[in-house]
């Protein structure tokens, strides 16, 4: 059974600093893609951030650029999500997501850790 377990989120000022993590199991975690998306209220699901398996290749939304920075520990099963400079446009329920390297959607997802930032 995948399980995908985020931790991490809480209550921030704006300019400040969160780091999320995403602790992967019941998969082989070096053959999955991750990424992190967000949803706030009243607005759809959003791409943040991905991973390749191999830690390789990233993609980042233009609106995270130069603040958010993704990485994974394959050694500990677990992805990572480190948010600088945080913007009351960034809260949301934050949600890490899996998808093997050859396929082309996320299959598994975590419960989601809520994100505030407060002006």
């Known amino acids: 059974q995948v399980q995908l377990v985020e931790s991490g989120g809480g209550l921030v000022q704006a300019g400040g600093s969160l780091r999320l993590s995403c602790a992967a199991s019941?998969?082989?975690?070096?053959?999955?893609?991750m990424g992190w998306f967000r949803q706030a209220p009243g607005k759809e699901r959003e791409t943040v951030t991905t991973?390749?398996?191999?830690?390789?290749?990233?993609y980042n939304a233009n609106s995270v650029k130069g603040r958010f920075t993704i990485s994974r520990d394959n050694a500990k099963n677990t992805v990572y999500l480190q948010m600088n400079r945080l913007k009351p446009e960034d809260t949301a329920v934050y949600y890490c997501?899996?998808?093997?390297?050859?396929?082309?959607?996320?299959?598994?997802w975590g419960q989601g850790t809520q994100v505030t930032v407060s002006s």
């Open positions: 997501a899996a998808k093997y390297y050859s396929r082309s959607s996320y299959a598994y």
């Open positions: 019941g998969l082989t975690f070096s053959t999955y893609d």
């Open positions: 991973i390749s398996w191999s830690g390789g290749n990233t």
